[in-house]
């Protein structure tokens, strides 16, 4: 085998072992439950965040203080202020907002720095799962850069059908829609996951992420042993 082909082999083989360890994180008692705001999925969400809270006996819920979550209109902090309080019955002193974020970064950002005041130690990040993955790298970036020991446990919502048509409007440009499906926003996600890290490495503080590597060790390092 070639250095190419080895070097190709060695990355499809990382992204595979990130993708399975994202897949099987062991939720332990947690502090908080950190939501990354997303137009997708809001009931599905909504319903995994609860059972989150819950079973791991967490304080706190951290959303994004924006008031919506696309530039289609998608439910925002207050739909899911109201939502948590009264279908899922919880107390609005355990419900915190994150300074209004456009975007994974600063909502990455505003949660740690909260987590701080908090005195957080431990918390599950959620998101819907084509998103997942860059969610926690980029809390995880953050952490690090911080020189933080937060640990993170990120899940997500199980069973969704990956070739829904939808469409993906984003806060910041939001005249270029995009018309996909679950699976194919999934694909660029990891697309975006590996360019915004070589902007990072190369200096840029717009593009603060963790690399597939740091995640894997962070994962591995907070795994249960039995």
């Not at 109201?82 to 300074?99: F, G, N, P, W, Y």
């Not at 987590?115 to 690090?144: M, N, Y």
Request: hydrophobic share 40%.
């Amino acid at each position: 085998m070639n250095a190419s082909k080895a070097s190709l082999a060695d990355h499809i083989r990382k992204w595979s072992e990130f993708s399975h360890a994202l897949s099987i994180v062991s939720l332990l008692e947690a502090d908080a439950v950190f939501v990354h705001g997303w137009g997708d999925l809001f009931e599905e969400l909504l319903g995994t965040v609860a059972e989150v809270y819950r079973r791991t006996n967490a304080k706190h819920i951290i959303l994004n203080g924006e008031p919506l979550y696309d530039g289609n209109g998608s439910p925002g902090y207050a739909t899911w202020k109201q939502a948590l309080m009264q279908q899922v019955r919880i107390s609005e002193d355990c419900i915190h907002r994150v300074t209004p974020a456009r975007h994974t970064l600063e909502e990455a950002q505003g949660f740690i720095v909260l987590a701080e005041k908090l005195q957080v130690r431990r918390a599950v990040v959620v998101s819907v799962p084509q998103h997942i993955g860059r969610a926690f790298l980029t809390d995880l970036g953050v952490l690090l850069a911080r020189g933080s020991n937060l640990h993170l446990m990120p899940t997500t919502v199980r069973h969704i059908d990956w070739y829904t048509p939808i469409t993906v409007y984003g806060l910041i440009h939001t005249e270029h829609a995009e018309q996909t499906t679950r699976l194919g926003r999934l694909m660029a996600e990891c697309a975006r996951i590996m360019y915004y890290r070589e902007r990072y490495e190369a200096g840029d503080p717009a593009f603060v992420i963790a690399s597939i590597e740091e995640g894997l060790a962070h994962l591995r390092a907070h795994e249960p042993t039995h």
